[in-house]
Nanobody, 115 residues
Framework: QVQPVESGGGLVQPGGSLRLSCAASGSIFSPNAMAWHRQAPGKQREWVAG???????NYADSVKGRFTISRDNALNTMYLQMNSLKPEDTAVYYCKVVDRGMVYWGKGTLVTVSS
């Protein structure tokens, strides 16, 4: 089974940057699609960005121009570079992996944007 593991979360000041990583370990079978979702305190979980097996990317309007999603297929790892962070970006960020028709979620990593 696929076991996504997020890392890189932490506390950052508004306007700062942070890079998240998601390592999809286990019996993953490429090609696959991967995405980042987030859930802010008291809010519904929302989709943030996605990347296809071919490398095509898409972003939520709220993060366009500030976040960049990428992947390293050799390492089965996905990244989310977050720049110009805002307090409203504070959330638990989750990695999603689609493999052989199944959806796998990581446990999440907390990003807190505060001065």
């Amino acid at each position: 089974q696929v076991q996504p593991v997020e890392s890189g979360g932490g506390l950052v000041q508004p306007g700062g940057s942070l890079r998240l990583s998601c390592a999809a370990s286990g019996s993953i079978f490429s090609p696959n699609a991967m995405a980042w979702h987030r859930q802010a305190p008291g809010k519904q979980r929302e989709w943030v960005a996605g990347i296809s097996s071919g490398g095509s990317t898409n972003y939520a309007d709220s993060v366009k121009g500030r976040f960049t999603i990428s992947r390293d297929n050799a390492l089965n790892t996905m990244y989310l570079q977050m720049n110009s962070l805002k307090p409203e970006d504070t959330a638990v960020y989750y990695c999603k992996v689609v493999d052989r028709g199944m959806v796998y979620w990581g446990k999440g990593t907390l990003v807190t944007v505060s001065s």
